[in-house]
């Protein structure tokens, strides 16, 4: 009810009201009611759809079924076919389902012609594949890529591992084929005459074919804030159906015939370059400039936009929810709203204000969605992309150039790839000199929607402001022109020599004034940049937020106050990479980018591997003080991770029983095994933290087994704190072998956490463990079920919730 109604009808209230005020008829104000009331039918619509659409795929998932339809889209890499079919019918033990898109995965054999050739695949032909399907995977940690969501807005259900594959019918698309083939053709040009690198660089930005981007430029490009410039989008479209409208213009055909032609030509460019929701905006935008030009009407860019998203939105509602669908709307909006207000206060005959003005637009007004997206700011992509937007379309001609000589010469295709090379190469080396600036890439995790809101009332009243001051302006140039006629007319005609002298003077003074005034402003802007930034960085954390991160088979928990982050563990068996897919995304939506301490147990990769990825590879996160566990010396793994630590300037310490260490207001103790104790191995030998936060009290058990909790026990000192626990991270993801009757009697915890992989091959958690935490009345959470386990605590009051039902699970007063 309140998405639908309330929001919708308070919107477009105000919409009618300033309709109203403004004099508009009374039957148009109405218009946005209708069609607020209209988008959100179409949402509901969607919605419900969906939902019926992952009952189907729910259903299937993990069963061996046929599945025959269209091939929309595919391509081969790394041995791997990948398909895209729509209008799909699955036949799944003699039932029959409609499902509406599949992204099918082949793995093909050596020397399979599948794609080329005789018989190969064809775009429009309908093909009869069988295999095991499977859904999406959904986000179960903060900062996860989520996949089904992402898809869903493609329009695919699902996707299925294929064994067995063949065509059903042969007749294809000869359009779309062709333009395939077109695009095919054109990269193997570009990568004939061009280095891999380059190749992977200009076949993206000339074709819309990414699969060859090198990732290390690909990074490079993102942390500076210049990613965009390698999508297709309006840049393109501008550059190229503009070019070739004002060709046929100058060739003499009207504004009809060359505005069709124009038209057909970014079409057919946009569908070779994948039609992405970025080139769709574009191709509907340019589409209703050519038809504005033949009817003689004003082009205007708002409206059009307005048209294009529209038009997505009927398409899919959920390509709304998109990253690069708001970022590429947003700086459209920012273009043709924002920029002329700014251009306007500083001047439109200045230098460089045109760009200025748009930079900064376009700047402010994505800030937000690419801090949500993307957690990150690129500070100076502000002033890289002043200077290296402009050499783009020199890069895009080079690119076009190579595929266009280099098809009938070598030496004109080599030739033309020569201006694409050294401008590649000056982006690249402006970059990675920006890199070495402080401050070049500002973590600061996801902003609430509140803060967002708040930013967005801000930038509105900005604008207002400066539309105010302009109206303020232009009625003082007007008084001032009247008066300077009325003074004219009584000093009549007669001019001395000296008085041209001095209005010579007194025009210098004024130009001079004008240019400090000028500069003034662009600081000005420059500083409303900066402030922009900061009003959504993220303050201290109030309490003690825990999050016990899905890893699958492994533990990972990211504690955080105030200033302070403190990881314990990171690492997993099942997920293979999950320090560059779950455990840095994760601290970089929450806004860590330094780790104060890391608290390794033991050595095992199930507690370690996400770490080692941090301090190898990871350039965004650091960490500050490693603390390894004493009696771990001599593992390999500790070992690697000790000198992996030295060489990022991480300063490591060995932690035994007795220590402690102050964050804040969180106490860290370590509670076992002390330096002269002998654990049997390394899980034994797995560091105990006990760390407190007012009256909570949270004990981290790493892998420890019942010898290490008889041991615990069998101390005095140490028993007295294990009573005061009220949060116990289960030992050994639930392993029968630890979380013993008589140390549970001891700590008798109010609530347990425990982490593991769904159906990992220990059956950990054991029944027994958890039927001992049902005998204790222990509320126990798994990171298996509804992903990362939430934990908040302000030092009296406890909360938890699930990560992917998100509703709090339980509520405590101490």
Known sequence: MTSWIFIPALLAAGIICYGYMRGRNTLWVFLPLIFLYLGAGRAGYDCRRWEEREEVIRGLSGKYA????????????????????????????????????????????????????????????????????????????PGEFDSRRYYQALGLDGKMFGEEMEVCDSRYSPLFEGLRWGREWGKGIIYRYTSEEDGGILTAAVLGDKSGLPEEIKSLY?????????????????????????????????????????????????????????????????????????????????????????????????????????????????????????RNWLGRGHFLSGAVSTGIAVQVVTIPFTLYHFYQIPFYGLFLNLI?????????????????????????????????????????????????????????????????????????AGVVCLKMWEEYQTGREEERKKEGEEVGKKAGRRKTVGNKEDGKVEDEEVKE??????????????????????????????????????????????????????????????????????????????????????????????????????????????????????????????????????KRGTRVQYVAGGDTFQAEELRIACLYPGKKDSPADANEGSSVLRIDYGRCKVLFTGDIGEDSETQLLERAGEKRRLEE?????????????????????????????????????????????????????????????GGAVMMWTDGERIRFSSFVDGDGLSRYNN
């Open 66 to 141: 046929e599945a025959e339809g269209r091939v929309s889209s595919f391509e081969e890499k790394d041995g791997t076919l990948q398909i895209v079919l729509k209008e799909n019918s699955v036949e799944e033990k003699g039932r029959y389902y409609s499902v509406s898109g599949l992204m099918v995965s082949v793995k093909l054999t050596e020397g399979q012609g599948m794609i080329y050739g005789e018989g190969g695949l064809r775009l429009g032909q309908t093909i009869r594949v069988r295999g095991e399907i499977q859904p999406f995977s959904e986000t179960r940690n």
């Open 222 to 342: 993102q942390k500076s804030g210049i990613a965009h410039l390698l999508a297709i989008s309006g840049m393109h479209m501008s550059f190229l159906g503009l070019s070739f409208y004002k060709i046929l213009r100058k060739a003499g055909l009207g504004y009809g015939k060359a505005g069709l032609a124009g038209a057909v030509l970014v079409v057919l460019y946009g569908i070779l370059t994948g039609s992405g929701s970025s080139v769709v905006r574009a191709v509907i935008m340019m589409c209703v400039g050519f038809l504005a030009s033949y009817l003689g009407r004003t082009y205007d860019l708002l409206s059009s936009a307005s048209l294009a998203l529209v038009l997505l939105g009927v398409q899919s509602p959920l390509l709304l929810t998109q990253g690069g669908v708001q970022l590429s709307f947003g700086a459209v909006f920012a273009i043709g709203g924002l920029s002329p207000v700014l």
């Open 388 to 460: 290296l937007i402009p050499l783009m379309d020199a890069v895009v001609c080079s690119g076009i150039g190579v595929i266009f000589f280099g098809s009938f010469s070598a030496v004109l295709g080599t030739g033309a790839a020569g201006t694409g090379h050294y401008i590649l190469g000056f982006y690249e080396w402006i970059c990675k000199e920006m890199e070495m600036l402080p401050g070049y890439n500002l973590t600061f995790g996801r902003p609430e929607l509140g803060r967002i809101g708040a930013y967005g009332l801000v930038l509105l």
């Open 513 to 646: 004034n004008k240019v400090l005034f000028y500069c003034f402003k662009l600081f000005s802007l420059i500083g409303v940049y900066c402030l922009c930034i900061l009003l959504l960085k993220p303050g201290p954390v109030n309490g003690l937020e825990a999050v016990f991160l899905d890893v699958g088979q492994g533990d990972g928990i990211l504690l955080r106050t105030g200033k302070t982050a403190v990881l314990v563990d990171g690492g997993s068996t099942s997920k293979k990479s999950l320090g560059k897919y779950s455990l840095e995304p994760c601290l970089k939506s929450l806004g860590v980018s330094m780790i104060d301490f890391a608290f390794i147990s033991h050595g095992d990769q199930d507690h370690v591997s996400g770490v080692a990825y941090l301090l190898e590879t990871s350039e965004d996160i650091k960490i500050e003080n490693l603390m390894l566990p004493y009696h771990g010396k001599e593992d390999e793994a500790v070992k690697k991770l000790e000198v992996l630590a030295k």
């Open 725 to 785: 626990v009220n949060v116990l991270k289960v030992a050994h993801h639930g392993s029968k072998y630890s979380s013993g009757e008589a140390f549970l009697n001891t700590v008798n915890p109010r609530w347990a956490v425990v982490s593991y992989g769904e159906g990992n091959s220990y059956g950990h958690p054991h029944r027994e463990v958890l039927d001992r935490f049902k005998q204790k009345g222990t509320e126990v959470f798994h990171t298996a079920e």
